[in-house]
Nanobody
Framework: QVQLVESGGGLVQAGGSLRLSCAAS????????RAWFRQAPGKEREFVAA???????????DSVKGRFTISRANDKNTVNTVYLQMNSVKPEDTAVYYC?????????????????????WGQGTQVTVSS
């Protein structure tokens, strides 16, 4: 069973930065699309960002565009890892962040905002932004 493991969450002040990591247990998942979603307390899970197998096609939710960057690790020791660099964070970014993947190489803007499009999920990592 494929596992996605998120890490890097924590407490950060508003305006600060944080980098989340998502490591896949199978090397084949380096050839598949990956995404980040988040769920704030009392709210539904929402799409944050996604990228294709090569990392050269990315897209973001409007709420994080220009502040967050999704990317793939290019180090051979972390080849199965996808990052979410979070800059200029705001209190409204507070949420549990989930990594997701699926056995397909490309992404489809708008369609990939639908959670059911992603069949593999991590357990989540908590991000708390203090004001």
């Amino acid at each position: 069973q494929v596992q996605l493991v998120e890490s890097g969450g924590g407490l950060v002040q508003a305006g600060g930065s944080l980098r989340l990591s998502c490591a896949a247990s199978e090397r084949t998942f380096n050839n598949y699309a990956r995404a980040w979603f988040r769920q704030a307390p009392g709210k539904e899970r929402e799409f944050v960002a996604a990228l294709n197998w090569s990392g050269d096609s990315t897209y973001y939710a409007d709420s994080v565009k220009g502040r967050f960057t999704i990317s793939r690790a290019n180090d051979k020791n972390t080849v199965n890892t996808v990052y979410l660099q979070m800059n200029s964070v705001k209190p409204e970014d507070t949420a549990v962040y989930y990594c997701a993947s699926d056995r397909r190489s490309e992404v489809a803007p708008e369609l990939d905002k639908i959670q059911k499009r992603w069949h593999y999920w991590g357990q989540g990592t908590q991000v708390t932004v203090s004001s």
